[in-house]
T-cell receptor, first 111, second 113 residues
Framework: DQQVKQNSPSLSVQEGRISILNCDYT??????FLWYKKYPAEGPTFLIS?????DKNEDGRFTVFLNKSAKHLSLHIVPSQPGDSAVYFC??????????FGTGTSLTVIP | GAGVSQTPSNKVTEKGKYVELRCDPI?????LYWYRQSLGQGPEFLIY????????DSGLPNDRFFAVRPEGSVSTLKIQRTERGDSAVYLC???????????FGPGTRLTVT
């Protein structure tokens, strides 16, 4: 049973515009959420995270928003750059140290 | 510094054979995780080590899968009597203590024919 869902398998955005990647989860016990970026033939790379006590965390061009009541988080990338083209995974964790990953969204930034 | 490394990068084996996959975590990282990623899916948790002991092995799919970390550094994932359904990319990650930021290796692509 998928506890973390990314319903958009792919997304294409023009360079310079905003990319918005979405993620939904079902388990209200999750207390930490992360976004990972993955290039082909490489392992996922940590991008940004947010604790359940916050609703927004920003790091440069990347901002993660958390809506606990809707069990939804999103990653905003602005402005999008061609080097951002990759697969993005959303992940959620609870204090048990088990991480649950979504199925990923493949982002293509068009120059 | 050096990141997480995994060997081999690719492994092809016949159904029924035994395989070992190795993970070298980042030096000083006490927590180590194994994940399995099937095509079109996200990484799926298998097992988590804190030091030498398996703190959580609830993700191992059955008793054909076993993992060790005898000296609290390198870990080996062992799969007995491999089945075609075991074909996947096996990812290893490590973190400082049990911090949430995990650093992943490039993975081992296992193909069971």
């Amino acid at each position: 049973d998928q506890q973390v869902k990314q319903n958009s398998p792919s997304l294409s955005v023009q360079e310079g515009r905003i990319s918005i990647l979405n993620c939904d989860y079902t388990n209200s016990m999750f207390d930490y959420f992360l976004w990972y970026k993955k290039y082909p033939a490489e392992g996922p790379t940590f991008l940004i995270s947010i604790s359940s006590i916050k609703d927004k965390n920003e790091d440069g061009r990347f901002t993660v928003f958390l809506n606990k009541s809707a069990k939804h988080l999103s990653l905003h990338i602005v402005p999008s750059q061609p080097g951002d083209s990759a697969v993005y995974f959303c992940a959620a964790a609870n204090t048990g140290n088990q991480f649950y990953f979504g199925t990923g969204t493949s982002l293509t930034v068009i120059p | 510094g050096a990141g997480v490394s995994q060997t081999p990068s690719n492994k092809v084996t016949e159904k029924g054979k035994y395989v070992e996959l190795r993970c070298d975590p980042i030096s000083g990282h006490t927590a180590l995780y194994w994940y399995r990623q099937s095509l079109g899916q996200g990484p799926e948790f298998l097992i988590y080590f804190q030091g030498t002991g398996a703190a959580d092995d609830s993700g191992l799919p059955n008793d054909r899968f076993f993992a060790v970390r005898p000296e609290g550094s390198v870990s080996t994932l062992k799969i007995q009597r491999t089945e075609r359904g075991d074909s996947a990319v096996y990812l290893c990650a490590s973190s400082f203590d049990s911090g949430y930021e995990q650093y992943f290796g490039p993975g081992t692509r296992l193909t069971v024919t």
